[in-house]
């Protein structure tokens, strides 16, 4: 099966001048997502999707699904390709959990595919993502140019900044990909038509490969994204890209949608667009005498929420299209079935999350999402059959239209952009297949140049199956010293020699391989001899797939060959007794000492002091607590978990204003919906203090005085995705 489509912003200026694809940098406000999870993150301790929890799941198996189930008003094909399980796993991938909240004026290298018109700057360290497009003869960004790159926990791996234009792949996974802080390739590719940008990477969850193609000619960017799956399994897949645009209560939507299946009320249900009374209860969604519809294609109408717009296969092309006051419009055209805006609302939670990810500070982030992919909701995947290629052409193109036409009768609205895609300086139909018939014929011609090199997996594939993966994309692996070797070298001595080294027995691993391919390569290599980081490794690959009894026996086989804490971390979640699981922590913990020269030794720590955090806080062992705040060394007391705990330590001692310092002088970036505990805490402490000066107990207004007059600060903020919150304007 293939698709096809054209990414492209097209202005009238045309140029002469040939683009050029060179390094460059931007200043940035940056905090860094740090190295990966240690600690094997099992599908059974999943559970949402964005947002995290600070709980600890214990017991093993798979866990419990979390299928999709829309509401029974929705149309068919909103059930057809429904996932039957929304949870992301992790493995083979390391939980990307730990980030900083530094804000640090910083230089960031990024790769500008440039002409006279336009500057199309791409940041390959985060996926390739777009970072900006800067529109030269308007005089300004067209994308959201997010002045900082802040992590939060909202991606399949946690860690994800907002902004730009991203390009979302999973295998039928919901949400921003395992790539969004992850290095990947760019290079370039000669073509008659001018230099090409490329990105690409393997995905390690099922062997598939994707690549964005990129160029700009004659003043348009164009963009052609192309999944290839070269096994011999049919698949499911999940593609969105995410374009990241500024937004105001004021901005306007257009797509030419007769209905939307609209999520602000959880369920997905369906709605007529864009009249609709949002966040009610009511599957007619009219209102009284049909007369109070709400206009939903302005933002300023929406408190939260994500928007599948559902469009005709009749339409001239199906698009995704704003605008503002001045009268700009930006149209994202493309072939696809779906198409959706995702806003955070005019709330406090909605302002709070914008700010925070755009560096802190009031209003500087406030941007919306226009997205499409090929099914038509996010909860939903589409085939990619075996031995198959699945590619498109979307396209963008801005000019300047008439704003009492934009802002009046949506239907009007909607004609006057079809006219405009229609004449000579739109965008046509047969403009669109040329460029996507030149996409398809430059999609596996060999890049000329590699400007940066992405992740060693898709060389160890390569090597794996004495064999190219994919034409038009070149994988490399790195020399020792380089990044990225520590990760793959016991891998390649697998392959090459059935066997680890030596030297890769005397240190932790920091990587896992989880697959059935690889699976049998570690079942085949243990026969010849079975080390303990053979039976680690076929204990987390067992894990992963369920089992418990088996995966105990190799956990405590690989102790006996050499103790060492992963495995007995391991060995303590399969537990189902909390006093059991807390008992094989602690022998972990004290374990971990007897490794302190092996290099991931601190990172490690991290892992483990963060753990063992949420799971006290979970039981609420406050004894325990008080113990293991005087256990972990000074220099891992930053890290969120830690701090919590500590400031559960200081309410149950009722030390308030111990607890309220601690509260508000720290950032805790990778709290999301775990904010209400830290919301709740700040208030917990308000009212002791208030408590302690008055030398009784608080009456029931007392108690609502303290929380007023000392609201909840600003580096707290409001949890995330909740619909209000009456402490952040």
């Known amino acids: 099966m293939i698709y096809k489509v054209t990414s492209s912003i097209f202005l009238t200026v045309v140029t002469t001048q040939a683009a050029t694809i060179k390094k460059s940098s931007i200043n940035i406000l940056n905090s860094e997502t740090l190295p990966g999870n240690l600690l094997p993150n099992f599908l059974f301790q999943q559970g949402s999707i964005?947002?995290?929890?600070?709980?600890?799941?214990?017991?093993?198996?798979?866990?419990?699904?979390?299928?999709?189930?829309?509401?029974?008003?929705?149309?068919?094909?909103?059930?057809?390709?429904?996932?039957?399980?929304?949870?992301?796993?992790q493995l083979p991938y390391l939980t990307q959990d730990l980030w900083t909240c530094d804000r640090t004026p910083e230089e960031l290298d990024v790769w500008n595919l440039e002409d006279e018109s336009l500057r199309v700057t791409i940041s390959p360290q985060?996926?390739?993502k777009v970072w900006t497009i800067y529109d030269k003869v308007r005089e300004r960004d067209i994308l959201f140019n997010n002045r900082a790159h802040q992590p939060a926990n909202i991606a399949a791996l946690k860690s994800w900044a907002s902004g730009g234009c991203e390009w979302n792949w999973s295998p039928g996974i919901i949400g921003h990909s395992v790539f969004s802080e992850t290095q990947t390739f760019l290079t370039e590719v000669e073509t008659e038509?001018?230099?090409?940008?490329?990105?690409?990477?393997?995905?390690?969850?099922n062997s598939t490969v994707w690549q964005v193609d990129m160029m700009i000619v004659n003043g348009t960017?164009?963009?052609?994204?192309?999944?290839?799956?070269?096994?011999?399994?049919d698949l499911r897949g999940y593609w969105w890209t995410c374009v990241a645009v500024p937004a105001t209560p004021t901005t306007r939507i257009f797509a030419p949608a007769t209905h939307v299946a609209e999520t602000s009320r959880g369920a997905v249900r369906d709605a007529p667009w864009p009249y609709f009374a949002d966040a009610i209860e009511n599957s007619t969604f009219k209102g009284y005498n049909n007369e109070w519809p709400t206009d939903n294609s302005y933002l300023g109408n929406h408190q939260l929420g994500d928007m599948f717009l559902r469009i005709s296969d009749t339409v001239y092309t199906p698009y995704i299209a704003h605008t503002?006051?001045?009268?700009?419009?930006?149209?994202?055209?493309?072939?696809?079935?779906?198409?959706?805006?995702?806003?955070?609302?005019?709330?406090?939670?909605?302002?709070?999350?914008?700010?925070?990810?755009?560096?802190?500070?009031?209003?500087?982030?406030?941007?919306?999402?226009l997205q499409i992919g090929p099914a038509p909701t996010q909860m939903q995947n589409f085939p990619v059959p075996a031995h198959s290629i699945t590619e498109w052409t979307e396209w963008f193109r801005g000019f300047d239209g008439d704003v009492k036409t934009l802002r009046g009768e949506y239907g009007a609205a909607l004609d006057y952009i079809e006219e405009w895609m229609k004449s000579k300086d739109g965008f046509t139909q047969s403009t669109v297949k040329d460029w996507d018939e030149f996409f398809k014929k430059y999609a596996t011609k060999a890049p000329s140049t590699i400007h940066v090199r992405g992740q060693p997996w898709g060389a160890l594939e390569e090597l794996r199956r004495g064999a190219p993966l994919v034409p038009g994309v070149t994988f490399t692996l790195p020399n020792k010293g380089e990044e990225g070797y520590a990760e793959v070298n016991p891998w390649i001595e697998l392959v090459k020699t059935g066997r680890f080294s030596e030297e890769t027995l005397s240190v932790l691993p920091v990587s896992y391989q989880t697959t059935d391919e690889w699976l049998y390569i570690l079942q085949e290599?243990?026969?010849?001899?079975?080390?303990?980081?053979?039976?680690?490794?076929?204990?987390?690959?067992?894990?992963?797939?369920?089992?418990?009894t088996e995966t105990k026996k190799l956990f405590k086989q690989s102790l006996e060959l050499k103790p060492n804490p992963i495995a007995m971390r391991n060995l303590a979640i399969l537990e189902t007794d909390p006093n059991t699981v807390w008992s094989y922590m602690l022998d972990a913990w004290n374990i971990l000492p007897s490794w302190k020269s092996d290099p991931s030794h601190s990172r490690l720590t991290a892992n483990m002091v963060t753990e063992m955090s949420f799971f006290l806080i979970q039981e609420a062992w406050y004894d325990e607590m008080e113990k293991f705040v005087e256990m972990v060394p000074a220099e891992f007391k930053h890290l969120d978990g830690f701090l919590t705990v500590q400031s559960k330590v200081y309410l149950h001692k009722q030390q308030y204003q111990e607890a309220e310092s601690l509260l508000l002088s720290n950032c805790f970036p990778t709290y999301a919906k775990a904010r209400d505990t830290l919301m709740s805490m700040w208030n917990e402490a308000q009212e002791g203090i208030a408590k302690q000066k008055k030398g009784s107990e608080l009456t029931y207004v007392e108690k609502h005085r303290a929380r007023v007059d000392h609201p909840i600060p600003d580096n707290i903020g409001c949890q995330y995705a909740s619909e209000y919150c009456w402490n952040y304007w």
């Open 50 to 89: 964005e947002g995290g929890s600070i709980g600890v799941k214990t017991g093993g198996g798979r866990g419990t699904p979390k299928p999709f189930v829309p509401d029974e008003l929705n149309p068919d094909d909103i059930f057809e390709g429904a996932m039957e399980d929304e949870r992301s796993p």
């Open 126 to 128: 985060f996926a390739g």
């Open 193 to 205: 038509r001018g230099p090409m940008a490329r990105v690409y990477e393997y995905d390690r969850y």
């Open 221 to 233: 960017f164009l963009a052609h994204p192309r999944i290839t799956n070269p096994t011999p399994v």
């Open 324 to 369: 503002d006051l001045d009268g700009y419009v930006l149209v994202h055209g493309h072939p696809l079935n779906g198409t959706k805006f995702f806003t955070w609302g005019d709330s406090g939670p909605g302002r709070f999350m914008q700010d925070f990810l755009a560096g802190g500070g009031k209003r500087q982030g406030d941007y919306t999402e």
């Open 525 to 548: 290599s243990s026969k010849l001899e079975m080390t303990w980081l053979h039976a680690l490794h076929l204990g987390i690959a067992l894990t992963e797939r369920g089992e418990v």
